[in-house]
């Protein structure tokens, strides 16, 4: 079945650039989207077909897909980022990434 | 404003059943597709399921099929998961999302998720 991997976290500090890769097979040739969740609260999606962003979401908030890794970048990261990013695809089934965690120190 | 409502968690023992509820509000609901997704504690997201908006196309997760079945009812706004034979491991919160529209074959996101239901399998 069809992986998508992610690390597990990421340590970023205030005002820096964060990125968060998510890899799998031809995942290029595939659409990802990027969901953050904060906890206790349900996912948001912040990128939607590799580089959209939702009304509402910053342009801070950028994606990219190519090859065999998307990633999601924030720049000038702020401490409200920090939360658990996923990504997700779809293959002949829905498939999410491990997840990531955003620490913005 | 467009909203998703979640209802039908509880605690059941390994083999029984439940059906969630998700009552779909402030879009027309009959125009997108929809999914289940769930949450088991502590863990990441774990998509479930897929239904197109005519309920032509059905998919499932691996870990569910032949067990779960979705389904939804346009003329009542509502999205539906009847889970049998649950498991201890299909304790999670799960979430119903919208897709984000387009009825594009794969999927391009979901951009709305509801505030989840809690099933809990435990004997």
């Known amino acids: 079945s069809y992986e998508l991997t992610q690390p597990a976290s990421v340590s970023v500090s205030p005002g820096q650039t964060a990125s968060i890769t998510c890899s799998g097979d031809?995942?290029?040739?595939?659409?990802v989207s990027w969901y953050q969740q904060k906890p206790g609260q349900s996912p948001v999606l912040v990128i939607w077909?590799?580089?959209r962003r939702p009304s509402g979401i910053p342009e801070r908030i950028s994606g990219s897909n190519s090859g065999n890794v998307a990633t999601l970048t924030i720049s000038g990261t702020q401490a409200m980022d920090e939360a658990d990013y996923y990504c997700?695809?779809?293959?002949?089934?829905?498939?999410f990434g491990g997840g990531t965690k955003l620490t913005v120190l | 404003e467009v909203q998703l409502v979640e209802s039908g968690g509880g605690s059941v023992q390994p083999g029984g059943s439940l059906r969630l509820s998700c009552a779909a509000s402030?879009?027309?609901?009959?125009?997108?597709?929809m999914n289940w997704v769930r949450q088991a504690p502590g863990k990441g997201l774990e998509w479930v399921s897929y239904?197109?908006?005519?309920?032509?196309?059905?998919h499932y997760a691996d870990s569910v099929k032949g067990r779960f079945t979705i389904s939804r009812d346009n003329s009542k706004n509502s999205l539906y998961l009847q889970m049998d034979s649950l498991r201890v491991e299909d304790t999670a919160v799960y979430y119903c999302?919208?897709?984000?529209?387009?009825?594009?074959?794969?999927?391009?996101?979901?951009?709305?998720w509801g505030q989840g239901t809690t099933v809990t399998v435990s004997s």
């Open positions: 077909q590799d580089t």
């Open positions: 997700q695809a779809w293959d002949t089934r829905g498939v």
């Open positions: 999302a919208k897709d984000v529209g387009g009825h594009l074959w794969p999927p391009r996101g979901m951009d709305v």
């Open positions: 239904i197109s908006s005519t309920s032509t196309v059905i």
């Open positions: 402030g879009f027309t609901f009959s125009s997108y597709e």
């Open positions: 031809k995942v290029g040739d595939k659409y």
